[in-house]
């Protein structure tokens, strides 16, 4: 079985940092695509960032500039450093990732979320 679960979510003043932090354990073999999604009441779910396997990252454009993706391979480990926070960030961060367990099929796993309040 495999697991995401996130960290790192709080209660930060505008122009505030954050870093949120998500660990997939389990039956893994490989993790491909990783990102962290996010949501607000009434609204889709929308990216807000990605990593490749290798490292190649994409943003959605309300964020560029702010913040910052990385994960730790060894770890199993996704990060996404949060900078100059505004309100309009306040939402349930949500990771994603696209993982092969050991019996090398491959799906798409999320975590539960972690709530980012932006406020002061």
């Known amino acids: 079985q495999v697991q995401l679960v996130e960290s790192g979510g709080g209660l930060v003043q505008p122009g505030g940092s954050l870093r949120l932090s998500c660990a997939a354990s389990g039956r893994i073999f490989s993790i491909a695509a990783m990102g962290w999604y996010r949501q607000t009441p009434g609204k889709q779910r929308e990216p807000v960032a990605t990593?490749?396997?290798?490292?190649?990252?994409d943003y959605a454009d309300s964020v560029k500039g702010r913040f910052t993706i990385s994960r730790d391979n060894a770890k199993n480990t996704m990060y996404l450093q949060m900078t100059s926070l505004k309100s309009d960030d306040t939402a349930l961060y949500y990771c994603?990732?696209?993982?092969?367990?050991?019996?090398?099929?491959?799906?798409?796993?999320w975590g539960r979320g972690t709530q980012v309040t932006v406020s002061s």
């Open positions: 990593v490749t396997s290798d490292n190649t990252s």
């Open positions: 994603y990732a696209r993982i092969a367990d050991t019996g090398m099929t491959w799906d798409d796993y």
